[in-house]
Every structure is written in structure tokens, then in C-alpha cells.
């Protein structure tokens, strides 16, 4: 009876084994996708900041030049000519 009883702890313990090592394979999958993925959203993350600073130095540039274009260079008079 003793080998029986030996027999089934050896099976429990190789289940329980199986399944930790299940577990921890998982575990160890997860933190790599993780990582991967924080990878990912930081890269979006600079790309988004890089377009948004490109798009801000256009719109200034653009900005600048539609004032500049909008000021008019003072009309010069003639001489003699008297202001109406």
C-alpha cells in the first residue's frame, strides 16, 4: 500500500511541478510583450511629439510671414505734395 500512496505523491508533485512551470512560462511571455509594448507606445509617443513640433514651427513660419505680408511699407510723397 505504501507504494500506492508514494506512486500518487510523485504524480500530484509532477502535476503541480507542470503547472508552476506553465505558470512561469506565462509570466515570462507577458513581461516580454509587455516590454515590447511600452517599446512601442514610447515610439509613438516621440513620433507624435517630433509632428506636433514640425507642425507648430510651420504654423509660427506661417504665422510670421502672413504679419509680414500684411504690413504695408509707408507710401512715399512726392516733395511738394500736401497730405489730404
Sequence with gaps: MSNT????????????????????????????????AMSEYLASQEATRAKIERLKALRLAKEAADQHASEKPPVKRAAGAKKN
Excluded at 510523485?10 to 515590447?36: C, S
Design 5 to 36: 500512496h508514494t506512486a500518487s505523491n510523485t504524480h500530484t508533485a509532477d502535476v503541480a511541478k507542470a503547472k508552476a512551470e506553465a505558470t512561469f512560462k506565462r509570466r515570462q511571455e507577458q513581461a516580454r510583450e509587455g516590454a515590447i
